[in-house]
């Protein structure tokens, strides 16, 4: 099974600009997610959080923040990135691909685009669902609000996933995950 990762920047729409951090409202609630349009591979022409593959050797988070890194130019720390959930795709009964979800409000830097991924901040209630992964509906809503899940996603009709037909789904909402390194 291919293992895989997505990573949801997060933050406060209010604060872009040059306002202070020390002008934040301290309580506020994200408003915005940063998304890339997806230029080349799996899911192209969607749009679809920042990430991809493991390499050899590295664990999911290291991947999350490498793939961030360099689809969008986003430096974000280890421990200010948050195990948001695990879900698995089958296709055609098999495992496909396992994928580590997370999400931060902390990182440095400002978004830019690479040849895989156009970024684009799109405001929490405004996420272009039509335009994304069939599944991203169902588990993303509740992720952009802090909540943990664990899904299992079934498709059907042969390789390429991204031409495969969504069948059904089980998800299970505020689940303890895996801290992992
Ligand atoms: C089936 N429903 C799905 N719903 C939401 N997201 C899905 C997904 N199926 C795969 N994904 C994500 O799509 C990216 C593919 O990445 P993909 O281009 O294959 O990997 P990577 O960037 O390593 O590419 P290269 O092989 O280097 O080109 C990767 O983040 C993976 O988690």
């Known amino acids: 099974m291919i293992e895989a990762t997505l990573c949801f920047p997060l933050r406060d729409g209010a ?14 609630s994200p408003t915005e997610v940063l998304l890339i349009e997806k230029r080349r591979g799996l899911g192209e022409g969607w749009y679809n959080g920042p990430g991809g593959k493991l390499e050899d050797g590295e664990t999911p ?3 999350a923040i490498r793939e961030t890194r360099e689809e969008v130019g986003l430096e974000i720390q280890p421990a200010d990135l948050e195990k948001a959930g695990e879900l698995t795709f089958l296709l055609d009964g098999e495992g496909h691909t396992f994928c580590h979800v997370y999400r931060t409000a902390t990182f440095e830097g400002e978004p830019r685009p690479s040849p895989e991924a156009r970024p684009e901040w799109v405001p929490i209630d405004d996420v272009p669902y039509d335009r994304m992964w069939d599944d991203d509906r169902l ?11 664990a899904g299992e996603f079934r498709f059907e009709g042969g390789e390429p996933l991204d031409e495969a037909a969504f069948v059904d789904h089980d998800l299970e909402w505020d689940v303890e995950v895996v801290r992992e390194r």
């Open 15 to 28: 604060d872009t600009g040059d306002e202070r951090a020390g002008s934040r409202d301290g309580g506020t």
């Open 61 to 63: 988070r290291e991947c």
């Open 139 to 149: 588990w993303l809503p509740g992720v952009l609000e802090g909540r943990t899940v």
